[in-house]
Structure formats: C-alpha cells, structure tokens
C-alpha cells in the first residue's frame, strides 16, 4: 500500500507518494492557490497521474496544512468563543485575554467568566464547584458563542471540575465544540487557558481542513485513511484533528525536518528549510523536530502547547533584493507563490534571490539568458550576504561550537551555498525540494502528557509509570497501534518552588498506525 502526503507552504503545494517500504516513489509541486484546496486537489492529481499508480492502493492520506496559522494570522475564519475560567476567587485579578491583541479579542470573545473552583499543584481542592454559576454564564451567551473554552487551575494535575462543568455546559448548550485545557497545554494558567481559548477558535477553519481534503480525495476516487501532521512530527487522525485543531500549527517546518531526517539517514543534524518566502531552521535530535522550552506566540498571544524549536528568518527564494546607495537590502519582503510571473528569471521585473544564483551559475542553468544584464560582482556581493544570514541564523540554532552536518530542504534551498561556517557538510539529499510532504506521509503517531506529582503521595517510579500510561493511552486515541507503542522520551524535573516533595514530568509515547482495512 501507498503512502500519499501533502504539504500547504506559503508559496507551493507539494505531494509525495512513499511505497510500503517508505521508499519515494515520485513528488510534484504545485503553487499553492488562494482557496489552498484547489492547490491540494491539483498536487493530489499531478502526483498520482505522473506516477501512473493504481488510487485503489494508495491506503494513507496525510495533510500538512498552514490553515490554522493563517486564520489566527489573518484574524479570519474565528469562532466565536465563551470562555470559562474555574478559579475563583484565587485567579480573579487576571481576567481571561489580559495582553491579547485588540482585534484578535474583538474576534474572538463572545463572553467570558470566572467561576468558583481550582486546584492546588498536588491536586487538592482550592474551592467547590457552583453549578449555577456555570447555568447563568452559559443562558447569558446562548446563541451568540460558536464554541467554549474551559480552563481550570492546575487542570492538567486534576482534570475533574473541567470534565463536570463540561457536561454541565452541554446540557445548557447542546452539542457544541468545547474545548478543555488539559488536553491541550501544560502547566501555567494563563498560556494554557490561551492556547484553549485559540483552539476553540478554529474549529470551524479545522472543520473546514478536514471536509476540503476528504473532498479533494473523494473526487480523485481515493479511498484512504486521512491523518493530519501536528507539530511534534506526528499524526493525528481525523478525530483527533477536528477536537485539536491547533495542533496543526507549526508542523510545515517540522515535517521537513522528518522528511530531512528520512531521506538523509542522520538522526541529529541541522535542518534548513528553504521556501519561497522563508528559511527555516530546526534541530533533528534522535529522528524528531527539538521541542521549543519557550511560551510560544502565536498572533500575539503567548501560549505553552508543545511547539517545535523553530527559527524563521525572511530569505527565501522569491525574497526580494534591492541595492540603494551602494547599501544591499535582502528582504524580508518576497513575491511568493507568484515568483514565477514577477522574478527576472522568469521573465518579470522584480530582483529576487533566485535571480542572484541563476545569474552566478548556481541554479535555473537554462535561464541564465534572462539575468545575464546583472553585473557579476554585484551578484557575489548579494550572495555573501544572503550567505550570512543563513550562517547567522544556524549559529543561534547551535547549542555548542561543534560543528554539524546541515541538511537542506526546499525548493529555495538553490539560494544555500555548498558550505557554511560553524557546519560540517552541507547535504542535499536526493528529493530535498518536497522534504515537507515526504515528512507528512512518514508520519508515526504520538501521545504526549505533562502531570505535577506530589512524591509525599507516591514514589518517582509511580509517577514515572502513570505518565508513561498516560501517554500510551494518548498515542492510542490518536491513532496509533497498540502494538508498536514505545516511549520516546521521560523528563522530570523537580519543583523547588512548590511545597509537597513536587515533581514534573513529561513523557511522549510514538508508535505505527493502525491499518485499517488495509
């Protein structure tokens, strides 16, 4: 059976199809469009008639998508959200979207609350629920909230009052989309109870990601179990995608850094990733994507939902290049999706990076003809630049002054030279230019949880054990074989600062899909 994975970029739609030895069969890349979904039906098309497969063996379909990120970006396509926050009166002085940007609140907030509850780290009760207070909030916004946001102190220690005033919000409210924030960030109110709140906003766009590419496959005849790329390198299946549709975000880089990983057969390297509009650079330790330690921001808002360890500079390859006063500026504006109509190259009027390299040798050797007025010393000048850049950027990705290999990915990556300071080889695997989709159909399945622990109530080893569970049981709800499930990862980290012996820990379980029908 065949793999198939698309990858949505800023600039192009790229599909790979892998065989059941996970070997490339063949990759197309397409502009992305305006809609994203004629963009994915075309690659889905392209890949599968150039390759002349057979649709009825191809069992998987995975999608890397930036829908999400350009709905929070762009501030459209937002639900409305009610948000619940369950700790009064310990979290009274700190309401619900305190920094948010302004117009990503007047989007988003339909109504939100403080009501009495919470947690105290080792899960002991900080005050009871009230039902009514939840009752009255929720007839208060009947009609006007599209999905609910619930958050609980210390929820992610004990989950308990999120669940119960969930199923209180139901019977208020019928069947809408809420979601909880134990599910989704780790611990530190204020971050967590963002990311919840942003993932209640999208689940109208995650709706709409999952009909457009059950649609997309539908009409090419393809009858494949969907699964969706997340941001710690794995799969999601569609459930698991329409209840965590922020999950999405974020996962182009790192399915170039698994795809990087799977064409190159290093398993801790750097990546960078070329677009058309971006560079991006990852760490590949062990096979998977470094996890940001940081609050990640997205829009504006901080959050702490896993995210991968991901710098982007403006240098792609339709970045544009402009000279004033003998002064050379690279970017970061780019003409994008639309380098084929406006760089020199190709005939349009826009200086662009790609240019640069074709006119030194380096690229589009076919097209030189069209760059051959720009002057050659000018050109080495920009590409000096343009190289230290990228030298800069990996350097601040480097945990140490040892050198390592770098692997290119992307179709702009003809911009990158053959070598970089502070790398040990520059490697251009075979197929690097669809990396990204090759990453999405590679795709494992994990699960992932972060839990406090009192050790005045069981031991490290308990602990340890209950989160190693735990995270073999998410791993299984998104989609994985029971079978195959191994423990990638255990950290825990002692709290000094909270009473009670406390202790943190994260632990992320990965194992095969499960071959339905197939």
């Not at 780290?121 to 929720?138: K, M, P, Q, T």
């Not at 850049?389 to 692997?407: C, G, H, R």
Request: proline share 3%.
């Amino acid at each position: 059976m065949y793999r198939l994975g698309v990858d949505v970029g800023g600039t192009n739609t790229d599909a790979a199809l892998l065989d059941a030895n996970l070997q490339v069969v063949h990759t197309v890349k397409v502009p992305t469009t305006k809609d994203v979904e004629t963009g994915i039906y075309e690659a889905v098309a392209k890949v599968v008639q150039d390759s002349g497969t057979d649709r009825s063996r191809i069992g998987y379909a995975m999608l890397g998508t930036t829908h999400c990120t350009n709905a929070i970006v762009e501030r459209k396509r937002l639900n409305k959200v009610g948000v619940i926050r369950i700790g009064k009166p310990a979290t009274t002085s700190i309401p619900p979207f305190t920094e948010w940007p302004e117009d990503l609140h007047g989007k988003i907030e339909a109504a939100s609350t403080i009501v009495s509850g919470g947690y105290e780290f080792d899960g002991r009760l900080i005050s009871e629920l009230n039902r009514e207070e939840v009752a009255f909030f929720c007839r208060n916004i009947k009609g006007i909230a599209e999905s609910i946001a619930i958050s609980g102190v210390f929820a992610p220690v004990n989950k308990q009052q999120e669940q119960i005033v969930a199923d209180w919000v139901r019977e208020e409210l019928g069947d809408i989309p809420i979601s909880l924030s134990h599910e989704i960030g780790s611990i530190g109110l204020l971050e967590r109870e963002n990311a919840t709140i942003l993932n209640a906003a999208l689940m109208t766009t995650g709706q709409m990601v999952v009909n457009g590419f059950a649609k997309a496959l539908q009409q090419l005849g393809i009858e494949a179990q969907m699964y969706f790329s997340q941001n710690d390198g794995t799969l999601m299946n569609e459930t698991y995608a329409l209840r965590y549709p922020i999950l999405t975000m974020g996962c182009g880089p790192t399915n170039s850094i698994r795809g990087s990983a799977h064409l190159s057969g290093l398993q801790d390297a750097i990546v960078l990733d070329v677009g058309g509009t971006t560079s991006d650079i990852g760490v590949l330790a062990k096979g998977f994507p470094r996890q940001s330690s940081l609050a990640v921001n997205i829009g504006g808002v901080n959050t702490n939902f896993r995210m991968p360890d991901i710098l982007s500079i403006g240098l792609g390859g339709g970045t544009r290049i402009r000279e004033s006063d003998g002064k050379i500026a690279v970017g970061p504006d780019s003409v994008g999706y639309e380098i084929t109509k406006k760089a020199l190259l190709f005939g349009g009027e826009k200086l662009t990076a790609s240019d640069i390299v074709t006119r030194l040798g380096y690229a589009f050797a076919d097209r030189t003809e069209q760059v051959k007025q720009l002057p050659e010393d000018f050109c080495t000048r920009v590409y000096e630049k343009m190289t230290e850049i990228l030298e800069d950027a990996v350097d601040q990705m480097k945990t140490s002054s040892k050198q390592v290999p770098l692997i290119l990915s992307g179709g702009g990556s003809i911009i990158v030279s053959s070598s970089l300071k502070g790398v040990s080889e520059v490697i251009r695997p075979a197929h690097y230019d669809a990396a990204n989709a090759i990453g999405a159909a590679l795709g494992q399945v994990s699960g992932e949880v972060e839990r406090v622990y009192s050790l005045n109530q069981l031991s490290r080893e308990q602990a340890i054990q209950d989160a190693r569970d735990l995270a073999t049981k998410e791993a299984m709800k998104a989609g994985a074989n029971e079978n195959t499930i191994s423990i990638v990862s255990v950290e825990d980290i002692p709290l000094a600062y909270l009473p009670g012996n406390a202790l943190f820990i994260r632990v992320k379980a990965v194992g095969d899909l499960i071959a339905w029908g197939i």
